[in-house]
């Protein structure tokens, strides 16, 4: 009977779902925690933002860092590094005698070590296998909202029973256990490289730094691409950090906002695996898939803004998580479709650093427009409107990506090893067949 994943596939897998799992769940769940440390410090909604803000933003701006990282030293060290500096911020967060050292501990420790884990985690979920690749995409990234689903519960019980500070240091420790996921990758990599171990040789990674080619970047695809990720990235944690406190304006319980929450990690771990599945049949185009994603989210997230009763709310929540969870599934493949497999690592990279930048800024502004009109609609206009001009963006590329070819990183060895994670180059539709 034919093996449907090798051991070291399911060990990638889960290592990666784990790693999506404690990374986008504990910012996404920030929400929870914003409106104690407002009533705690009495600070204004705009500035308290900028923590979670800050967090996601270096979540992404750490690409072009983890990027050396992961060149230099593989995926298991990036990943190591990455849950020893969560958990170093986490704990620090815990003794801040005022707001404003969040943004240090919580927002620039917490926030580079969410960045290196999740990078070291989507570069191996995406280059590991060729067939089925989006497949095994979506099941890594259900992790996030499986986060999404479950940690609410675990943040509101410890707030009730051990305060926010508390809560801190028990969210430390389970960032920590991202170092236990860095040494499961390493003895993947250890058994795939048998005697000559993780490290490549000098002779290897000087060459490999030679024929690294940045044609990619010059593109009108690429360009394209990368506009569409900012913009997506400006607004993609605003329902997250606002909805909590969006639902109680209206009256509405705080238990019942943290379902709210609870509801989009459901539906996102459904959106990835269904678009997983929709995006590996040969005769769907992933770009243009990509482009319906945000116009179809840009649009709901025009209507939330007319939302005044829970049910519509619910229905809100419902898609939010699907077509977030689809973003998450589509971006990283259709990415390999503009530049190339071999360019991914420096193209998630290069569009990290400004997305992270996007994520830093959006959330602020979108808290600014609620202190300054008094209500929460605007910075849903906000949002479906940015995601609206993302799919614009993105209208083009499927047919300016057909008449560039660019200059990749030459494969030098068929096998991931976690170090160097390259294979001979396939069509799009070649790596969708079973």
Not at 40 to 55: L, M, N, R, V, Y
Not at 186 to 201: I, P, Q, R, W
Request: net charge positive; glycine share 10%.
């Amino acid at each position: 009977m034919k093996k449907i994943m090798e051991w070291d596939s399911i060990v990638i897998i889960v290592g990666c779902l784990a790693v999506n799992y404690l990374t986008f769940g504990m910012v996404t769940s920030f929400g929870l925690l914003y409106s104690e440390i407002i009533d705690h410090f009495d600070t204004g909604k705009g500035e308290t933002t900028w923590i979670p803000s800050i967090a996601f933003g270096l979540m992404l701006a750490a690409g072009p860092f983890a990027s050396v990282i992961e060149r230099k030293f593989g995926i298991p060290k990036l990943t190591i590094l990455g849950g020893v500096t969560m958990t170093i911020g986490m704990v620090s967060s815990v003794f801040v005698p005022n707001m404003y050292l969040l943004y240090l501990t919580y927002g620039f420790i917490s926030g580079m070590g969410f960045g290196l884990s999740i990078f070291a985690a989507q570069i191996i979920a995406t280059l590991h296998s060729d067939k089925r690749r989006p497949i095994k995409v979506a099941i890594a990234s259900t992790g996030s909202g499986i986060g999404r689903m479950t940690l609410p519960f675990l943040t509101r019980y410890t707030l009730n029973e051990y305060g926010w500070r508390g809560t801190f240091l028990i969210l430390a420790g389970l960032c920590l256990q991202t170092v236990v996921v860095g040494f499961l990758f390493h003895l993947v990599a250890t058994s795939k490289a048998g005697k000559k171990g993780l490290v490549e040789s000098k002779k290897k990674m000087e060459e490999k730094k030679k024929n690294i080619s940045l044609d990619f970047i010059k593109s009108k695809p690429f360009a394209l691409f990368a506009s569409t990720i900012l913009l997506y990235c400006f607004a993609y944690l605003v329902p997250y950090v606002i909805l909590p406190s969006f639902v109680q304006e209206l009256g509405i319980s705080k238990i019942k906002g943290d379902w709210l929450i609870i509801i989009t990690g459901v539906s996102g771990i459904i959106g990835r695996l269904l678009i997983g599945i929709i995006a590996n049949h040969k005769k769907v185009n992933t770009l243009y898939l990509y482009g319906v994603v945000l116009l179809v989210d840009g649009i709901i997230s025009t209507g939330c803004a007319f939302f005044r009763i829970y049910p519509l709310l619910v229905f809100y929540a419902l898609f939010l998580g699907i077509f977030t969870g689809s973003y998450a599934v589509l971006m990283p493949v259709a990415a390999i479709d503009v530049v190339g497999k071999e360019n991914l690592s420096i193209a998630l990279g290069i569009t990290s650093l400004f997305a992270g930048m996007a994520m830093s800024v959006g959330p602020p502004i979108a808290g600014w427009i609620v202190d300054a009109t008094g209500h929460y609609n605007k910075a849903f206009f906000f949002r479906g409107a940015l995601y609206i001009v993302a799919a614009i963006f993105c209208a083009p590329i499927p047919l300016l990506n057909k008449r560039k070819k660019y200059a990749s990183v030459p494969v030098k060895d068929n096998n991931v090893e976690l170090g160097e994670i390259n294979k001979p180059t396939q069509s799009p539709e070649e790596e969708k067949e079973l």
